[in-house]
């Protein structure tokens, strides 16, 4: 690491994960830490939080409100939680706009609706004009363990089906567009809740290994998050991954690779290859129908993908895009 923060260290790539490895963990290490899951697990509940901090605050099908909401929530979907409760802190400098404000507070109502989880406590701040970015956002959750269910890189297995729900990168280039707005192409971000798909997933299947949603850093930084925690490795098949032909001309014209872009409405899901096609049925007949398999745990410690053309090459954990913030 270098001697100075660099916005590489929030981007969910490889500097994120050394960051977290080496100044929080070094000091503040325990169990639930060093589990590294979206959620921490403490008896029968999870406990999870997130801070958004996403320009422009709106952008097409949302803005940062939902993302607030959906993006705790989904962390404690993908830990086998039912989602209950939120807190809600709110930071804004001085002159931000009331109805601003308003709107974007409508926006957590509706999205807390459709989520299911009651906002129950919060807090609510003003700093001085220019000393933040206009409205910084930060939600904690708790949610109820799902009875026999859990997600943890020490469960997943060689010969393991690696699942994801829907098209990757949607939210990411839809944030990049919107903050260029050179080319003009109708994408629009995957912000979603999950629960309503998710928990019945766990319920139905108890062979699932993990699950995690692919938001900073993307699908390729999940994969190499299971790699390096695991000691094993991941094929995935090009042909397999779901990735809209705009989204994937978008991120070329934009030099930007969509693996490492994020989705804020999408599950990677580890899971028993006996399992796998069944669960591919359920995912689809409710109502994700680009799920798909995209690859297998090896006993390599890389992450492989083979390309359309029959190629090989690593994945690799990046260090760094230079992306603007995105969630």
């Not at 995957?190 to 993990?210: E, G, M, T």
């Amino acid at each position: 690491m270098g001697e100075r923060i660099t916005l590489s260290y929030g981007d969910g790539m490889r500097d994120t994960y050394n960051i977290i490895r080496d100044v929080f963990l070094s000091s503040l290490s325990n169990p639930s830490l060093r589990e590294l899951n979206d959620s921490a697990r403490i008896g029968e509940f999870v406990f999870s939080c997130d801070s958004f901090t996403v320009k422009p605050l709106f952008f097409p099908d949302s803005d940062i409100g939902k993302l607030s909401i959906y993006g705790t929530v989904n962390d404690i979907c993908v830990s086998a939680a039912e989602p209950l409760y939120l807190s809600l802190a709110i930071i804004v400098e001085e002159g931000f706009v009331i109805k601003t404000l308003e709107k974007i507070v409508s926006s957590i109502k509706i999205a807390a609706k459709n989520s299911g989880i009651k906002v129950v406590t919060g807090d609510f701040k003003v700093v001085e004009k220019k000393k933040i970015d206009g409205i910084f956002i930060s939600t904690a959750g708790i949610g109820k363990r799902l009875k026999g269910r859990s997600s943890s890189f020490r469960k997943i297995k060689v010969g393991d089906k690696v699942i994801i729900t829907g098209g990757i990168a949607e939210h990411g280039i839809t944030i990049l567009l919107s903050r260029n707005k050179i080319f003009d192409f109708d994408i629009k971000s995957d912000c979603q809740c999950l629960n309503k798909v998710l928990i019945p997933l766990w319920k139905k299947f108890s062979s699932i290994r993990f699950m995690r949603d692919p938001t900073r850093g993307g699908l390729a930084s999940v994969l190499n998050e299971i790699s390096l925690n695991t000691n094993l490795g991941i094929k995935i098949f090009e042909n397999n991954i779901p990735l809209r032909k705009d989204v994937k001309a978008a991120s070329e014209l934009l030099g930007v690779d969509p693996y490492y872009l994020a989705s804020e409405g999408r599950a990677v899901i580890v899971i028993s290859k006996e399992k796998a096609k069944e669960a591919i049925k359920f995912l689809h007949n409710n109502g994700f129908r680009k799920a798909s398999i995209i690859g297998t745990i090896t006993k390599q410690s890389k992450v492989i993908i083979k390309t359309v053309s029959g190629g090989e090459r690593i994945l690799d954990f990046s260090y760094s895009l230079n992306l603007p913030r995105i969630c």
